[in-house]
């Protein structure tokens, strides 16, 4: 898709900040897993891997958004997710030739924005917990500047984390440090004003030869204009981008849903709850799945939504 097709695709109703998930890479670090596919459309339990990223942008009120997948496997994502519609939303697609970067995508990304403000998402990150609805929120309403998600870990040297002044304040980044000054790790979910792209294009390559993310949240510090939300204990964050992380992730999701009864990342549930489409609707959709655990779910949604949405 080339740049006007993607501004074309891009159009949408308005909403104020647009979406993007990053659903590129080889996926290494699953080999043999992704020779053949994308991580992104793996197993987590019952659903696709990227169907738990996509329903954080959605719980966050987000209805237009850009999925960056690489050239040969944007086919597989168009057939598993189409335009969107089904679920009162607007998904498009753009193509990663070769990975650069997690703030390369806001570059691919510049013509889907249009100069809108963006929530950029990892697409094998999970984010689960009942607070996280109003962090998202209070993120997606500031206007100005960046907001980050801090989560408390015990090995931190593995991740980008943050570093905090006596009063709470974010004062610095780093990449991967040997030494880190805090415990808390920035996660794969970022949100940005319009000047995001702009920004990005004026990074130079890592010692890697890509556009690193911390670099662009860098500019925002710089600015004095970084927030970083704290993710308590009542919320989860999971990486699943090795096999044990795979494994354990799709265990929490089974755990969680056999024990409540109710799917974590439903895009048709959230659709619903928040009246982009009605009940008809989830019975279609549920219809189309007939014959499923996952069709039977959204059946009793249709038949009792008031009793099942919480």
Partial sequence: MDREELHEEGRGSGMSRRGIILAG???TRLHPLTRAVSKQLLPVYDKPMIYYPLSTLLEAGIREILIITTP????????????GEQWGVQLSYAK??????LAEALLIAEPFLEGHPSALILGDNIFYGDPLNSLLESASRRARGASIFGYYVS???????????ADGRVIGLEEKPSTPRSNYAVTGLYFYDERASKLAATLKPSKRGELEITDLNRLYLERDELHLERLGRGIAWLDTGR???LLQAAAFIQTLQERQGLRVACPEEIAF???WIDRQQLRELAGSLRNTSYGDYLHALSERGDELVV
């Avoid at 040969?72 to 335009?83: A, D, I, K, T, Y």
């Avoid at 990663?96 to 970067?101: F, K, L, T, V």
């Avoid at 090995?155 to 002044?165: C, I, K, Q, R």
């Fill in 243 to 245: 096999p044990d992380h």
């Fill in 96 to 101: 990663q030739a070769h990975p650069g970067g």
């Fill in 25 to 27: 890479g080889a996926g």
């Fill in 155 to 165: 090995d931190p040297t593995a991740y980008g984390v943050a570093e905090f002044s």
């Fill in 72 to 83: 040969h496997e944007q086919v597989l994502f168009r057939r598993l997710l189409g335009s």
């Fill in 273 to 275: 709850r928040k009246g």
